[in-house]
Protein backbone atom coordinates (compact mmCIF):
# COMPACT_ATOMS: atom_id res chain seq x y z
CA UNK A 1 0.00 0.00 0.00
CA UNK A 2 2.50 2.04 1.08
CA UNK A 3 4.77 1.68 -1.68
CA UNK A 4 1.69 1.86 -4.34
CA UNK A 5 1.69 5.59 -3.26
CA UNK A 6 5.09 5.77 -3.69
CA UNK A 7 5.06 4.97 -7.17
CA UNK A 8 2.28 7.25 -7.50
CA UNK A 9 3.89 10.08 -6.17
CA UNK A 10 7.13 9.15 -8.22
CA UNK A 11 4.81 9.13 -11.33
CA UNK A 12 3.03 12.53 -10.46
CA UNK A 13 6.28 13.86 -9.51
CA UNK A 14 8.36 12.83 -13.22
CA UNK A 15 5.60 14.48 -15.50
CA UNK A 16 5.20 17.93 -14.09
CA UNK A 17 8.82 18.67 -13.38
CA UNK A 18 9.15 17.09 -16.41
CA UNK A 19 6.96 19.26 -18.46
CA UNK A 20 7.59 22.46 -16.21
CA UNK A 21 11.31 21.83 -16.55
CA UNK A 22 10.93 22.05 -20.19
CA UNK A 23 8.70 25.00 -19.96
CA UNK A 24 11.01 26.99 -17.71
CA UNK A 25 13.87 25.50 -19.59
CA UNK A 26 12.64 26.93 -23.37
CA UNK A 27 11.69 30.07 -21.78
CA UNK A 28 14.98 30.84 -20.32
CA UNK A 29 16.09 29.95 -23.35
CA UNK A 30 13.79 32.37 -24.58
CA UNK A 31 14.86 35.36 -23.01
CA UNK A 32 19.12 34.81 -23.65
CA UNK A 33 18.16 34.78 -27.23
CA UNK A 34 16.60 37.57 -27.06
CA UNK A 35 19.09 39.43 -25.04
CA UNK A 36 21.24 39.08 -27.67
CA UNK A 37 19.22 39.75 -30.32
CA UNK A 38 19.20 43.22 -28.53
CA UNK A 39 23.04 43.07 -28.28
CA UNK A 40 23.65 42.61 -32.00
CA UNK A 41 20.61 45.15 -32.85
CA UNK A 42 22.36 47.45 -31.07
CA UNK A 43 25.65 46.95 -32.65
CA UNK A 44 24.39 46.78 -36.12
CA UNK A 45 22.62 50.31 -35.46
CA UNK A 46 25.33 51.91 -33.93
CA UNK A 47 28.25 53.76 -35.97
CA UNK A 48 31.21 51.59 -37.10
CA UNK A 49 33.04 52.71 -34.52
CA UNK A 50 31.04 51.01 -31.76
CA UNK A 51 31.45 47.43 -33.98
CA UNK A 52 33.77 45.65 -30.93
CA UNK A 53 31.80 46.12 -28.67
CA UNK A 54 32.02 43.81 -25.91
CA UNK A 55 28.86 41.24 -25.12
CA UNK A 56 29.00 42.68 -21.52
CA UNK B 1 15.46 8.34 -47.50
CA UNK B 2 17.75 8.26 -50.39
CA UNK B 3 17.57 12.05 -49.70
CA UNK B 4 20.45 11.75 -46.74
CA UNK B 5 23.00 10.92 -49.86
CA UNK B 6 22.16 13.50 -52.31
CA UNK B 7 22.33 16.28 -49.13
CA UNK B 8 25.09 16.97 -47.14
CA UNK B 9 27.67 19.54 -48.15
CA UNK B 10 30.00 18.38 -45.73
CA UNK B 11 31.14 15.21 -45.86
CA UNK B 12 32.13 15.01 -42.01
CA UNK B 13 28.05 14.57 -41.75
CA UNK B 14 27.37 12.40 -44.05
CA UNK B 15 28.30 9.41 -41.90
CA UNK B 16 26.38 10.56 -38.85
CA UNK B 17 23.34 11.32 -41.60
CA UNK B 18 23.84 7.30 -42.93
CA UNK B 19 23.58 6.32 -39.51
CA UNK B 20 20.57 7.94 -38.61
CA UNK B 21 19.00 7.24 -42.09
CA UNK B 22 19.59 3.62 -40.99
CA UNK B 23 18.27 3.89 -37.53
CA UNK B 24 15.08 5.22 -38.88
CA UNK B 25 14.93 3.17 -41.64
CA UNK B 26 14.96 0.22 -39.52
CA UNK B 27 12.39 1.29 -37.05
CA UNK B 28 10.40 1.96 -39.60
CA UNK B 29 10.62 -1.38 -41.39
CA UNK B 30 10.55 -3.34 -37.78
CA UNK B 31 6.91 -1.70 -37.40
CA UNK B 32 5.99 -2.84 -40.61
CA UNK B 33 7.30 -6.13 -40.50
CA UNK B 34 5.77 -6.35 -37.03
CA UNK B 35 2.68 -5.97 -38.87
CA UNK B 36 2.72 -7.75 -41.40
CA UNK B 37 4.40 -11.18 -39.60
CA UNK B 38 1.44 -12.52 -37.75
CA UNK B 39 3.94 -15.03 -36.23
CA UNK B 40 5.74 -13.32 -33.55
CA UNK B 41 3.26 -13.02 -30.49
CA UNK B 42 3.34 -11.93 -27.58
CA UNK B 43 1.88 -14.81 -25.86
CA UNK B 44 0.21 -18.16 -26.38
CA UNK B 45 -3.47 -19.66 -24.65
CA UNK B 46 -3.20 -23.11 -23.26
CA UNK B 47 -4.83 -24.68 -26.11
CA UNK B 48 -1.96 -23.46 -28.21
CA UNK B 49 0.40 -24.84 -26.10
CA UNK B 50 -1.17 -28.35 -25.71
CA UNK B 51 -1.71 -28.48 -29.40
CA UNK B 52 2.30 -27.96 -29.53
CA UNK B 53 2.76 -31.20 -27.93
CA UNK B 54 6.82 -32.11 -27.21
CA UNK B 55 7.13 -28.78 -29.94
CA UNK B 56 6.76 -27.06 -26.75
CA UNK B 57 9.39 -28.53 -24.23
CA UNK B 58 12.16 -26.51 -23.01
CA UNK B 59 11.07 -23.51 -25.13
CA UNK B 60 11.14 -20.34 -23.31
CA UNK B 61 7.54 -19.08 -23.93
CA UNK B 62 4.60 -16.88 -22.56
CA UNK B 63 1.35 -18.37 -21.88
CA UNK B 64 -2.07 -16.38 -20.89
CA UNK B 65 -4.64 -17.94 -19.36
CA UNK B 66 -6.98 -17.12 -16.09
CA UNK B 67 -5.93 -18.47 -12.54
CA UNK B 68 -8.15 -21.51 -11.50
CA UNK B 69 -10.38 -20.52 -8.77
CA UNK B 70 -8.84 -21.85 -5.80
CA UNK B 71 -5.74 -23.86 -6.83
CA UNK B 72 -3.38 -21.34 -6.05
CA UNK B 73 -1.04 -22.94 -2.91
CA UNK B 74 2.25 -21.91 -1.86
CA UNK B 75 4.63 -23.15 0.78
CA UNK B 76 5.91 -20.13 2.69
CA UNK B 77 9.59 -22.25 3.42
CA UNK B 78 10.27 -22.76 -0.42
CA UNK B 79 9.15 -19.51 -1.87
CA UNK B 80 7.19 -22.12 -4.23
CA UNK B 81 3.55 -21.24 -5.58
CA UNK B 82 1.65 -23.59 -7.56
CA UNK B 83 -1.55 -22.66 -9.52
CA UNK B 84 -3.61 -24.28 -12.18
CA UNK B 85 -3.63 -21.85 -15.68
CA UNK B 86 -7.21 -22.30 -17.03
CA UNK B 87 -8.73 -21.10 -20.73
CA UNK B 88 -11.95 -22.61 -22.64
CA UNK B 89 -9.41 -26.01 -23.73
CA UNK B 90 -8.30 -26.74 -20.39
CA UNK B 91 -6.02 -26.54 -17.56
CA UNK B 92 -2.23 -25.87 -17.45
CA UNK B 93 -0.70 -26.63 -14.02
CA UNK B 94 1.70 -24.04 -13.15
CA UNK B 95 5.13 -24.00 -10.44
CA UNK B 96 6.57 -20.64 -9.95
CA UNK B 97 9.29 -19.91 -7.45
CA UNK B 98 10.10 -16.38 -5.94
CA UNK B 99 7.90 -13.50 -4.60
CA UNK B 100 4.37 -12.64 -6.85
CA UNK B 101 3.31 -9.32 -7.83
CA UNK B 102 1.15 -7.58 -5.34
CA UNK B 103 -1.79 -8.27 -6.99
CA UNK B 104 -1.74 -11.67 -7.74
CA UNK B 105 -4.56 -13.94 -6.14
CA UNK B 106 -7.66 -11.52 -5.81
CA UNK B 107 -10.81 -12.85 -7.16
CA UNK B 108 -14.40 -11.75 -7.18
CA UNK B 109 -17.29 -14.82 -7.32
CA UNK B 110 -17.60 -14.20 -10.99
CA UNK B 111 -14.34 -13.15 -12.40
CA UNK B 112 -11.02 -14.66 -12.28
CA UNK B 113 -7.87 -13.15 -13.01
CA UNK B 114 -5.75 -13.36 -15.91
CA UNK B 115 -2.09 -13.76 -15.51
CA UNK B 116 0.65 -14.17 -18.14
CA UNK B 117 3.46 -16.85 -17.47
CA UNK B 118 7.05 -16.80 -19.11
CA UNK B 119 8.55 -20.26 -18.65
CA UNK B 120 9.40 -23.39 -19.69
CA UNK B 121 7.54 -26.43 -20.50
CA UNK B 122 8.74 -29.96 -18.92
CA UNK B 123 7.14 -33.35 -20.13
CA UNK B 124 5.92 -33.97 -16.47
CA UNK B 125 3.13 -31.26 -18.27
CA UNK B 126 3.94 -28.52 -15.67
CA UNK B 127 5.14 -25.59 -16.65
CA UNK B 128 8.28 -24.00 -14.77
CA UNK B 129 7.70 -19.88 -14.84
CA UNK B 130 10.30 -18.01 -14.07
CA UNK B 131 8.16 -14.78 -14.15
CA UNK B 132 4.55 -14.07 -13.45
CA UNK B 133 2.76 -11.25 -14.44
CA UNK B 134 -0.74 -10.28 -13.62
CA UNK B 135 -2.70 -8.89 -16.10
CA UNK B 136 -5.19 -6.09 -16.11
CA UNK B 137 -8.14 -5.21 -18.18
CA UNK B 138 -9.20 -1.55 -19.23
CA UNK B 139 -12.45 -2.03 -16.81
CA UNK B 140 -12.02 0.38 -13.20
CA UNK B 141 -14.58 -0.23 -10.75
CA UNK B 142 -14.98 2.09 -7.67
CA UNK B 143 -14.19 0.35 -4.39
CA UNK B 144 -17.18 -0.41 -2.42
CA UNK B 145 -16.99 1.74 0.42
CA UNK B 146 -17.98 -0.56 3.81
CA UNK B 147 -21.59 0.94 4.66
CA UNK B 148 -20.89 -0.64 8.51
CA UNK C 1 19.07 38.57 -48.80
CA UNK C 2 16.47 37.79 -46.17
CA UNK C 3 14.41 39.88 -44.56
CA UNK C 4 14.90 39.89 -40.99
CA UNK C 5 11.88 40.34 -39.21
CA UNK C 6 11.99 41.48 -35.71
CA UNK C 7 10.27 39.78 -32.99
CA UNK C 8 8.48 42.02 -30.20
CA UNK C 9 11.17 42.32 -27.68
CA UNK C 10 9.14 42.19 -24.02
CA UNK C 11 10.18 45.06 -22.31
CA UNK C 12 12.25 44.46 -18.68
CA UNK C 13 10.65 42.45 -15.87
CA UNK C 14 10.86 38.58 -15.62
CA UNK C 15 7.27 38.44 -16.05
CA UNK C 16 6.92 40.97 -18.90
CA UNK C 17 5.89 38.08 -21.39
CA UNK C 18 2.65 37.75 -19.09
CA UNK C 19 1.85 41.13 -20.38
CA UNK C 20 0.38 40.24 -23.69
CA UNK C 21 -3.27 39.55 -23.28
CA UNK C 22 -3.19 36.06 -24.82
CA UNK C 23 -0.79 34.85 -23.51
CA UNK C 24 -1.56 35.81 -19.76
CA UNK C 25 -4.60 34.28 -20.22
CA UNK C 26 -3.19 31.11 -21.40
CA UNK C 27 -1.04 30.68 -18.40
CA UNK C 28 -4.40 31.66 -16.37
CA UNK C 29 -6.42 28.32 -18.16
CA UNK C 30 -2.82 26.35 -17.60
CA UNK C 31 -2.94 27.10 -13.47
CA UNK C 32 -6.83 26.70 -13.58
CA UNK C 33 -7.20 23.53 -15.43
CA UNK C 34 -3.68 21.94 -13.91
CA UNK C 35 -5.10 22.54 -9.99
CA UNK C 36 -8.35 21.42 -11.02
CA UNK C 37 -7.05 18.54 -12.75
CA UNK C 38 -5.06 17.97 -9.61
CA UNK C 39 -8.05 18.06 -7.34
CA UNK C 40 -10.02 15.74 -9.19
CA UNK C 41 -7.14 13.04 -9.84
CA UNK C 42 -6.57 12.66 -6.29
CA UNK C 43 -10.00 13.75 -4.45
CA UNK C 44 -12.81 13.56 -6.58
CA UNK C 45 -11.82 10.22 -8.51
CA UNK C 46 -12.62 7.06 -6.16
CA UNK C 47 -10.41 4.52 -5.24
CA UNK C 48 -10.35 1.60 -7.50
CA UNK C 49 -11.81 -1.70 -6.78
CA UNK C 50 -8.58 -3.66 -7.46
CA UNK C 51 -5.45 -1.26 -7.69
CA UNK C 52 -6.75 1.21 -5.54
CA UNK C 53 -4.74 4.45 -5.96
CA UNK C 54 -2.23 3.43 -7.79
CA UNK C 55 -4.53 3.34 -10.98
CA UNK C 56 -4.97 7.17 -10.73
CA UNK C 57 -1.50 7.46 -12.10
CA UNK C 58 -3.52 6.96 -15.28
CA UNK C 59 -4.47 10.26 -14.99
CA UNK C 60 -0.93 11.62 -16.34
CA UNK C 61 -0.36 8.48 -18.45
CA UNK C 62 -3.28 8.69 -20.59
CA UNK C 63 -3.00 12.31 -21.56
CA UNK C 64 0.66 12.06 -22.05
CA UNK C 65 -0.52 9.19 -24.70
CA UNK C 66 -2.93 11.46 -26.09
CA UNK C 67 -1.15 14.67 -26.30
CA UNK C 68 1.96 12.86 -27.94
CA UNK C 69 -0.26 11.35 -30.48
CA UNK C 70 -1.67 14.33 -31.12
CA UNK C 71 1.61 16.09 -31.47
CA UNK C 72 3.06 14.41 -33.93
CA UNK C 73 -0.16 14.40 -36.00
CA UNK C 74 0.42 18.61 -35.88
CA UNK C 75 4.12 17.99 -36.89
CA UNK C 76 3.15 15.46 -40.04
CA UNK C 77 0.36 18.37 -40.84
CA UNK C 78 3.21 21.65 -40.42
CA UNK C 79 5.50 19.23 -42.75
CA UNK C 80 3.07 18.80 -45.08
CA UNK C 81 2.53 22.54 -45.24
CA UNK C 82 5.90 23.43 -45.13
CA UNK C 83 6.51 21.33 -48.31
CA UNK C 84 2.86 22.91 -50.02
CA UNK C 85 3.53 26.78 -48.57
CA UNK C 86 7.52 26.70 -48.21
CA UNK C 87 6.89 28.93 -45.26
CA UNK C 88 9.74 28.62 -42.01
CA UNK C 89 7.15 29.25 -39.86
CA UNK C 90 5.19 25.41 -40.20
CA UNK C 91 8.31 24.21 -40.31
CA UNK C 92 8.75 25.82 -36.95
CA UNK C 93 5.49 24.09 -36.15
CA UNK C 94 6.52 20.70 -37.05
CA UNK C 95 9.67 21.12 -34.93
CA UNK C 96 7.93 22.54 -31.84
CA UNK C 97 5.55 19.47 -31.61
CA UNK C 98 7.93 17.41 -32.55
CA UNK C 99 10.10 18.16 -29.11
CA UNK C 100 7.38 18.42 -26.95
CA UNK C 101 5.54 15.40 -28.44
CA UNK C 102 8.72 12.85 -27.61
CA UNK C 103 8.78 14.85 -24.23
CA UNK C 104 5.20 13.21 -23.74
CA UNK C 105 6.03 10.17 -25.09
CA UNK C 106 8.42 9.83 -22.37
CA UNK C 107 6.41 10.74 -20.16
CA UNK C 108 4.22 8.23 -20.95
CA UNK C 109 6.70 5.22 -21.08
CA UNK C 110 7.72 6.33 -17.22
CA UNK C 111 4.44 6.25 -16.11
CA UNK C 112 3.54 3.19 -17.66
CA UNK C 113 6.31 1.48 -16.71
CA UNK C 114 5.86 2.68 -12.78
CA UNK C 115 2.00 1.54 -13.05
CA UNK C 116 3.67 -1.96 -14.46
CA UNK C 117 5.85 -2.27 -11.49
CA UNK C 118 2.90 -2.15 -9.22
CA UNK C 119 0.19 -3.77 -11.60
CA UNK C 120 1.79 -6.41 -13.77
CA UNK C 121 4.73 -6.69 -11.48
CA UNK C 122 7.23 -6.18 -14.16
CA UNK C 123 8.83 -2.56 -15.45
CA UNK C 124 8.76 -3.46 -18.96
CA UNK C 125 7.58 -6.44 -21.31
CA UNK C 126 8.01 -6.42 -25.16
CA UNK C 127 4.24 -6.78 -25.48
CA UNK C 128 3.47 -4.97 -28.89
CA UNK C 129 1.74 -1.58 -27.64
CA UNK C 130 5.35 -0.62 -25.59
CA UNK C 131 7.28 -1.91 -28.15
CA UNK C 132 5.66 0.21 -31.36
CA UNK C 133 5.69 2.98 -28.56
CA UNK C 134 9.28 2.60 -28.05
CA UNK C 135 9.93 2.73 -31.79
CA UNK C 136 7.48 5.91 -32.16
CA UNK C 137 9.70 7.19 -29.46
CA UNK C 138 13.01 6.41 -31.70
CA UNK C 139 11.54 7.52 -34.96
CA UNK C 140 10.72 11.39 -33.83
CA UNK C 141 14.36 11.30 -31.40
CA UNK C 142 15.82 10.69 -34.76
CA UNK C 143 13.40 12.98 -36.35
CA UNK C 144 14.70 15.71 -34.04
CA UNK C 145 18.76 14.41 -34.10
CA UNK C 146 18.37 14.40 -38.17
CA UNK C 147 17.72 18.60 -37.77
CA UNK C 148 20.65 18.77 -35.09
CA UNK C 149 22.93 17.35 -38.01
CA UNK C 150 21.81 19.62 -40.91
CA UNK C 151 23.03 22.95 -41.12
CA UNK C 152 21.78 24.23 -44.41
CA UNK C 153 18.01 25.19 -43.20
CA UNK C 154 16.43 24.80 -46.57
CA UNK C 155 17.83 20.92 -47.04
CA UNK C 156 17.38 20.67 -43.40
CA UNK C 157 13.50 21.78 -43.34
CA UNK C 158 13.00 19.52 -46.27
CA UNK C 159 14.25 16.70 -45.40
CA UNK C 160 12.51 16.68 -41.79
CA UNK C 161 9.59 17.46 -43.32
CA UNK C 162 9.46 13.94 -45.19
CA UNK C 163 10.88 12.53 -42.30
CA UNK C 164 7.60 14.16 -40.24
CA UNK C 165 5.09 12.66 -42.99
CA UNK C 166 6.39 8.97 -43.36
CA UNK C 167 6.86 8.60 -39.53
CA UNK C 168 3.04 9.80 -38.65
CA UNK C 169 2.70 6.30 -39.44
CA UNK C 170 3.62 4.85 -36.29
CA UNK C 171 0.59 6.80 -34.67
CA UNK C 172 -2.52 4.61 -35.96
CA UNK C 173 0.05 1.18 -35.11
CA UNK C 174 0.65 2.01 -31.56
CA UNK C 175 -3.22 2.89 -30.96
CA UNK C 176 -4.38 0.03 -32.82
CA UNK C 177 -1.65 -2.19 -31.69
CA UNK C 178 -3.82 -3.50 -28.63
CA UNK C 179 -6.49 -4.42 -30.94
CA UNK C 180 -4.30 -6.16 -34.06
CA UNK C 181 -1.93 -8.19 -31.43
CA UNK C 182 -2.02 -9.94 -28.27
CA UNK C 183 -0.78 -7.84 -25.67
CA UNK C 184 -0.26 -7.61 -21.64
CA UNK C 185 -1.45 -3.71 -22.63
CA UNK C 186 -5.24 -2.94 -22.05
CA UNK C 187 -7.45 -2.18 -24.46
CA UNK C 188 -8.85 1.74 -24.54
CA UNK C 189 -11.26 1.58 -21.75
CA UNK C 190 -13.59 4.35 -23.10
CA UNK C 191 -14.42 3.36 -26.12
CA UNK C 192 -13.92 -0.67 -25.67
CA UNK C 193 -17.13 -2.44 -25.00
CA UNK C 194 -15.48 -4.79 -22.59
CA UNK C 195 -13.84 -1.42 -20.52
CA UNK C 196 -15.41 0.95 -18.58
CA UNK C 197 -14.62 3.27 -15.83
CA UNK C 198 -16.94 5.33 -13.23
CA UNK C 199 -18.50 8.43 -14.23
CA UNK C 200 -16.40 10.51 -11.61
CA UNK C 201 -12.78 8.60 -13.34
CA UNK C 202 -13.85 9.40 -16.46
CA UNK C 203 -14.86 13.44 -15.57
CA UNK C 204 -10.83 13.54 -14.00
CA UNK C 205 -9.79 12.24 -16.84
CA UNK C 206 -11.11 14.45 -19.32
CA UNK C 207 -9.77 16.86 -17.21
CA UNK C 208 -6.88 16.37 -17.50
CA UNK C 209 -6.94 15.86 -20.74
CA UNK C 210 -7.88 19.38 -21.27
CA UNK C 211 -5.36 20.68 -18.43
CA UNK C 212 -2.70 18.56 -21.03
CA UNK C 213 -4.01 20.11 -23.87
CA UNK C 214 -3.37 23.67 -22.51
CA UNK C 215 0.36 22.82 -21.93
CA UNK C 216 0.68 21.15 -25.00
CA UNK C 217 -0.20 24.74 -26.55
CA UNK C 218 1.91 26.90 -24.01
CA UNK C 219 4.62 24.71 -25.00
CA UNK C 220 4.18 24.66 -28.30
CA UNK C 221 3.76 28.73 -28.68
CA UNK C 222 7.00 29.24 -26.54
CA UNK C 223 9.02 26.72 -28.38
CA UNK C 224 8.00 28.39 -31.86
CA UNK C 225 9.04 31.65 -30.54
CA UNK C 226 12.56 30.06 -29.26
CA UNK C 227 12.48 28.53 -32.95
CA UNK C 228 12.10 32.44 -34.78
CA UNK C 229 14.24 34.02 -32.26
CA UNK C 230 17.10 31.81 -33.42
CA UNK C 231 16.39 32.44 -36.46
CA UNK C 232 16.82 35.80 -36.39
CA UNK C 233 20.05 36.06 -34.68
CA UNK C 234 21.67 33.57 -37.29
CA UNK C 235 21.08 36.47 -39.96
CA UNK C 236 21.57 39.20 -37.80
CA UNK C 237 25.58 37.70 -37.22
CA UNK C 238 25.57 36.82 -40.44
CA UNK C 239 24.93 40.49 -41.85
CA UNK C 240 27.53 42.03 -38.54
CA UNK C 241 29.91 39.37 -39.68
CA UNK C 242 29.92 40.86 -43.58
CA UNK C 243 29.53 44.49 -42.26
CA UNK C 244 32.75 43.90 -39.82
CA UNK C 245 34.40 42.26 -42.99
CA UNK C 246 33.24 45.22 -45.71
CA UNK C 247 34.82 47.36 -43.62
CA UNK C 248 38.16 45.77 -42.49
Redesign the interface.
Known amino acids: MTGDLLYLFIGFSAVWLGIFGYLVYVTGRVRGVRDELHDLKGQLDAPQAGREAPNH | MNAATTTSPRPRLSGKLLLLAAAFSAAVGFLIWTGTQGATVYYHTVGEVRDMGSDAYYRLIRVNGTVADGSIQSSTDSNLISFDLQDDSGRLPVEYRGTPPDLFGYSTQDRYQEVIVEGQLEPSGAFRARSLIVKHGPEFEPREIPSQ | MREVR??E??GPGRLA?LREPATAALYAALLLSMGLA?FM?FLFA?????????????F??VP?AWLAFFAFGVVALGSVMYLIRGRARWDRLALASAE?GV?FT??CL??GS??G??????WW????RL??TL?MW??YV??L??RS????PD?RQ??AS??GI??V??VP?VWFSVE?????H????IT?P?????P??LTALLVSVAAFTV?YV??VR??M??EL??A??GI??E??HE??EE?A
Open positions: TTLPIIAPAERVQADVYRILVHSILTLVTIWRSVWGVQWDPTTIFISYALYIDDIRMVVVGVSIWWRSLPTPSNGGGMPEMFVLQRQLAVELLRRLRNS
